[in-house]
């Protein structure tokens, strides 16, 4: 069975998404103006699919690095204005 989802929901979940092609198995339709533009599917790589949860607590810290020397409430406002 496939789902459907727009362009914007599938950049702003991308990652929820591959996890459900992956791990679940799901075929995902990306639509952008109502019309289908896009299949994502799971590779067929003959493995029996592991079913189970991930633990995210193995990704802690990952991507820290991007903040370093970084002005953060800067960068924030920034992004806040820039959406005016």
Do not use: C, H, T
Not at 23 to 44: H, N, Q, W
Not at 48 to 72: H, N, S, T
């Amino acid at each position: 069975m496939s789902r459907s989802v727009s362009a914007v929901e599938a950049r702003q979940k991308l990652g929820e998404i591959l996890n459900r092609v992956a791990l679940l198995g799901e075929e995902i339709i990306i639509e952008r103006a109502g019309k289908k533009i896009a299949r994502l599917s799971p590779i067929d790589n003959k493995e029996p699919r592991r079913r189970g949860r991930l633990d995210f607590r193995k990704a802690a810290g990952l991507g820290k690095e991007i903040w370093k020397g970084m002005d953060v409430d800067d960068y924030l406002r920034r992004e806040r204005d820039s959406w005016a």
